[in-house]
């Protein structure tokens, strides 16, 4: 891991580390477990360290699955908070997931628990947590609170006493943050306990809310109290300021009612050590300790996948995904192998003549040519050699799906189909087309004439680029016409909201609230990175007279959708984009036609953090988007903290920037309009700026964005 990391360094320094686990902690705990990870402590150290990703995949099972240790809510909320305090000692980020179709209740706990932890969410759009309509804005605007990974733990016993009407957890999720030289916060988590803390009751009813709860903490020597506010997502995403009474050396407020999670901070001020940056890579660890680990299961634990010979065996851009990894439909066996790349192996065991292996959705492709390498090991020990062979089902479902077969008999397969019989693991390329993007899968079985004395191992699939095809190289092949009238057309404003991340901190469910009357309005959602419901066809887009995407990539909307937005652009229609970490730099853009569009170009890399916040003022071209905006709001101070970095294209107008950085940056294409917003929502208020998202004139200003880019 430490070869990777500083290999993997050199050529991208943002890159991220992590792993996704598919058992929780509570099944890991009670069951043997064979992956090298676990067997290789210093491993998973130096994978965490700097900031490390650890995801844990299968506690959304939780309550199906009766295989795993957790039985009850209580039994599952102390653990995972343990789980994300190890984590986060190691130097990484605790990742759960929540989002699946169970009752709004255990959803709601499921999410409010993993934050309160300290855990990021993944999976499933917040609003599926149910119990606030904020939870986006909520976690933006308190990321710092809730996210910290070097927020630690504080002994409650005589520092901190809950009193309610209702029993609270709050023990294990009381915690303390240095956020500088001088300020201290110390947080405390209520959790009102869901009624009933059996999780196989998946239908209870939320429990009544606690009343009358205080909170009470002991204020250390030489700390004085600066403030005291309540978080709860159920009232927004503005803190509550709480009435403190001192006295005695202790601090006393009354925390209003929990209906689920609610926190309290305690705002501190005195001296405090500043904790360090935490290293990217950890000591390097004893050589004897290293190898001791490997020896697991009693020999070494995989090899260095950059080796010269795995790097030579495969030219182009190339991904392995592993057959043993989780969320798998196939029903292989896997098995400890050190010749296999992560010392794991799918595997048909001797006493078996067939059995089933493979990868259900592999991975993610964009449009474009791929060879899929098979990396297949056979062993025979047979005094006349079986007959061995590998079919493979390869299915793009709703596209294409084909079989194919190899085998050792050279009278029936020859070339790249020749299984070779040697006990190496050898590549066999199977090469196939993604006419969209989608995720393959490889459905198989490995079988042998005579079972007692063979086996046959599959690694893992490396999928290798051949080519991305571009919109413009599938363009030439579609036959589709763009309608021969222009788009919108009736009385008054129909927008699309292609509703991402961030979407309503932004304030466009302010701008247009659900029956208003005043603008119709259609949208759909971006989760995961697909945009469901963006419109396929020309008709269903053409309806519109603007579109906005709200923090959202352009590979989502699929080639269709981007045709038509090309088109519905180019014929008069209004296109607005709005930055965030999931579309500009981020966001898949290259080769599209949304490219092409833009009035500025793209960085590959993420959206950038400003050291300081910086202001926005008028542009150049301020005109009609700042039509109302007085001159003395500018006053207020509305900052940025993180933007996209871009390059004005020839034509384009800017109407808003930030320092010297363009920010709201607009051009004419073809017949319609084109708006792009370069800064995100995200961040949080330094001094007394005010972020721009909560300065009255954004809204006036977004909206005559969207009018303008209508041609209204």
């Not at 240095?178 to 916060?185: L, S, Y």
């Not at 192998?337 to 065991?349: E, F, K, M, S």
């Not at 269903?540 to 990539?553: E, I, M, P, Q, S």
């Amino acid at each position: 891991m430490r070869l990777l990391k500083t290999h993997l360094r050199r050529h991208d320094p943002d890159f991220l580390f992590g792993f996704n686990y598919s058992w929780s902690f509570g099944y890991q705990t009670s069951h043997m477990n064979n992956l090298g990870m676990v067997m290789m402590e210093h491993e998973y150290a130096e994978s965490m360290a700097g900031g490390g990703m650890h995801m844990q995949e299968a506690i959304n099972h939780f309550a199906y699955a009766a295989a795993l240790s957790y039985r009850t809510w209580s039994d599952y909320a102390r653990k995972e908070a343990a789980a994300c305090r190890g984590v986060n000692r190691a130097g990484g980020h605790y990742y759960f997931i929540y989002g699946l179709p169970q009752e709004p209740v255990n959803r709601l706990y499921k999410f409010a628990l993993g934050t309160a932890a300290g855990a990021h969410p993944v999976y499933g759009e917040q609003n599926q947590a149910g119990g606030a309509e904020d939870w986006p804005r909520f976690l933006t605007r308190w990321s710092a609170i809730l996210f910290d990974k070097q927020a630690r733990t504080l002994p409650v016993e005589g520092a901190v006493e809950v009193k309610s009407d209702r029993e609270l957890w709050w023990r294990e999720w009381t915690r303390e943050r240095i956020a500088d030289e001088r300020t201290r916060h110390l947080i405390v988590h209520l959790i009102n306990p869901p009624s009933s803390d059996a999780l196989k009751d998946t239908r209870h009813p939320l429990p009544p809310p606690a009343r009358g709860v205080q909170v009470r903490i002991k204020l250390p020597a030489g700390q004085t109290l600066a403030r005291v506010v309540a978080l709860d997502p159920k009232v927004g995403s503005d803190a509550l300021p709480l009435q403190a009474q001192e006295s005695g050396g202790q601090v006393t407020v009354d925390a209003g009612e929990v209906a689920c999670w609610r926190v309290v901070v305690f705002e501190l001020n005195g001296a405090f050590a500043v904790p360090a940056v935490e290293p990217f890579l950890t000591q390097a660890p004893d050589p004897a300790q290293v190898e001791e680990g490997r020896k697991g299961t009693g020999g070494p634990v995989g090899v260095d996948p950059l080796r010269p010979e795995v790097v030579s065996t495969i030219k182009g851009k190339v991904q392995i995904v592993e057959t043993d990894g989780a969320y798998n439909s196939v029903d292989g066996l896997s098995v400890d192998d050190p010749d296999a790349l992560n010392g794991v192996a799918q595997h048909r065991p001797a006493n078996e003549k067939s059995r089933s292996i493979g990868k259900s959705w592999a991975t993610g492709l964009k449009p474009g040519k791929y060879i899929a390498h098979l990396r297949i090991k056979i062993v025979d020990r047979g005094a006349e050699p079986a007959e061995h062979e590998v079919s493979m089902r390869m299915l793009f479902h709703g596209v294409w799906d084909r079989d194919v077969r190899l085998g050792s008999n050279p009278k029936k397969y020859d070339g790249e189909r020749l299984l070779k019989v040697d006990g190496k693991y050898h590549y066999y390329p199977l090469p196939f087309e993604m006419p969209k993007a989608g995720w393959p899968s490889f459905l198989g079985g490995a079988s042998t004439s005579r079972a007692g004395d063979n086996e046959c191992y599959l690694d893992h699939i490396a999928f290798e680029t051949v080519e991305v095809f571009s919109d413009a190289k599938l363009l030439a092949n579609d036959t589709v016409k763009a309608p021969a009238g222009a788009p919108g057309g009736e009385p008054g404003l129909d927008v699309f909201l292609a509703k991402g991340w961030t979407w309503d901190t932004y304030g466009l469910d302010k701008l247009y609230p659900e029956k208003d009357g005043k603008v119709r309005v259609g949208g759909c959602w971006s989760s995961g990175g697909e945009v469901q419901k963006f419109p396929q066809k020309h008709e269903d887009l053409y309806r519109y007279d603007a579109v906005v995407l709200a923090n959202v990539g352009a590979q989502g909307l699929n080639y269709e959708g981007r045709r038509a937005l090309k088109d519905f652009v180019e014929a008069g229609g209004g296109l607005v984009i709005l930055g965030g970490l999931h579309t500009l730099g981020q966001g898949s853009f290259e080769d599209t036609f949304l490219a092409d569009l833009l009035p500025v170009t793209l960085r590959a890399e993420d959206a950038i953090r400003l050291a300081t916040p910086l202001a926005i003022s008028p542009g150049p071209q301020a005109g009609t988007l700042l039509a109302g905006v007085n001159r003395e709001a500018w006053a207020a101070r509305p900052s940025v903290y993180w933007l996209h970095e871009v390059a004005l294209r020839e034509g384009a107008q800017v109407h808003l920037q930030a320092g010297a950085h363009p920010l709201l940056v607009s051009r004419v294409v073809g017949k319609g309009r084109v708006i792009v917003f370069a800064g995100t929502v995200l961040g949080e208020r330094c001094g007394d700026e005010v972020p721009f998202w909560q300065w009255p004139d954004w809204m006036r200003i977004l909206d005559n964005a969207v009018n303008w880019a209508a041609g209204k």
